[in-house]
């Protein structure tokens, strides 16, 4: 087994690896202000408030995918987006997964609703372990 170690550990790699998962919260974020009423088409008829909810959880998406991209706070960065992703997933794309009788709909319904929880995932995970990684260097000491 590679002594993790041994592995390599390119800052370069860091960065594009913030680049890559934020620019979707960037450019859902934009979008948000720029198209109102496509995101309250989204959601449910019984969801209060939908052209504030729509406004706050475009500001929500763009803080904590800032906070990560900058790695300023980025482990908060993460809980702000899992605050936006998890009501989205089950509240707009669980919704339609449910009530949707297109197959072809709901199996992008289906595909929504599973990328959102991975990226709930790869949030949890920044909201653990942050978005760099140094290495310990461990040195036994008698």
Do not use: C
């Not at 974020?29 to 989204?42: A, D, E, K, Q, R």
């Not at 959601?43 to 800032?66: K, Q």
């Not at 319904?109 to 310990?136: D, E, M």
Request: glycine share 6%.
């Amino acid at each position: 087994m590679l002594a993790e170690a041994k592995l390599p550990n390119h800052p370069a790699l860091t960065l594009a690896a913030r680049i890559l998962f934020t620019s979707l919260f960037f450019l859902s974020g934009v979008t948000h202000f720029s198209n109102i009423p496509y995101y309250v088409s989204l959601m449910p008829d019984a969801v209060p408030f939908p052209v504030f909810l729509t406004l706050i959880s475009g500001v929500v998406e763009l803080i904590g995918a800032t906070m990560i991209l900058l790695n300023w706070h980025p482990r908060l960065g993460g809980w702000l987006l899992i605050a936006f992703l998890f009501p989205v997933t089950l509240v707009v794309h669980g919704y339609e997964l449910i009530t949707q009788t297109d197959p072809v709909l709901w199996a992008l319904q289906q595909a929504h609703f599973l990328k959102g929880f991975a990226l709930i995932g790869a949030a949890l995970l920044i909201t653990q372990l942050g978005v760099t990684h140094s290495r310990r260097v461990v040195t036994n000491s008698y």
